[in-house]
């Protein structure tokens, strides 16, 4: 982690942190950038990450901050992208499932080919893929659980606005992203990681 990236990641914080919609929210929806912090921070002379990996887990935290911020159905951005598109919903949510699977698509690609886990590429496409759905599918449960503990306090936090299937369509987001960010990305993910050790 670079100063530049610390500076980003404490000053969005700071931002995220001051009169946030709801209180509980917040600390929902950002506890896992907190907790990435401390892992990356804990394991940084172990294990120092790509720059593209280190840069989308800053942007995974971003994501995980304004919703945290303003919660994830009512960010402001997305509610005039609603009007645009005529969307019936803010979907923000969308986005930061995208990056639930794209961003630990990379993470977890990284630790797969430098510990030498997985060498074969359609093997570790497909462990990729699985460890991304069961993130997701973590994440929901998580989320279930805390609408049992809180009630209708949990609104905020679920964002489902109404919609049945949102469970199931932000586990397909974050589907989509790990398959996306692997096919996309994975050329120039390969060639930081042979960087690093030469």
Request: glycine content about 6%; proline content about 3%.
């Amino acid at each position: 982690m670079t100063k530049a990236w610390l500076l980003v990641f404490f000053s969005a914080l700071t931002w995220s942190v001051v009169n946030p919609r709801d209180a509980l929210t917040w600390f929902l929806e950002v506890f896992p950038a907190l907790l990435a912090f401390a892992l990356l921070w804990g394991t940084r002379r172990r294990f120092h990450f790509t720059p593209l990996a280190y840069f989308l887990i800053l942007l995974h935290c971003i994501i995980l901050m304004v919703g945290g911020h303003y919660t994830y159905a009512e960010v402001p951005l997305f509610d005039q992208l609603k009007d645009v598109f005529a969307w019936h919903r803010n979907n923000y949510d969308k986005l930061g499932h995208f990056a639930q699977g794209f961003v630990p698509a990379i993470v977890a690609r990284e630790i797969l080919i430098r510990n030498a886990v997985v060498v074969a590429g359609n093997w570790r496409f497909f462990i990729v893929t699985s460890i991304c759905l069961a993130i997701s599918a973590l994440y929901e449960l998580i989320e279930w659980g805390v609408a049992l503990a809180s009630g209708a306090a949990a609104e905020a936090f679920l964002g489902t606005q109404g919609d049945i299937w949102d469970t199931q369509s932000d586990m397909a987001f974050a589907l989509v992203g790990a398959i996306v960010a692997q096919i996309a990305l994975g050329r120039m993910h390969g060639s930081q990681i042979d960087n690093l050790s030469k």
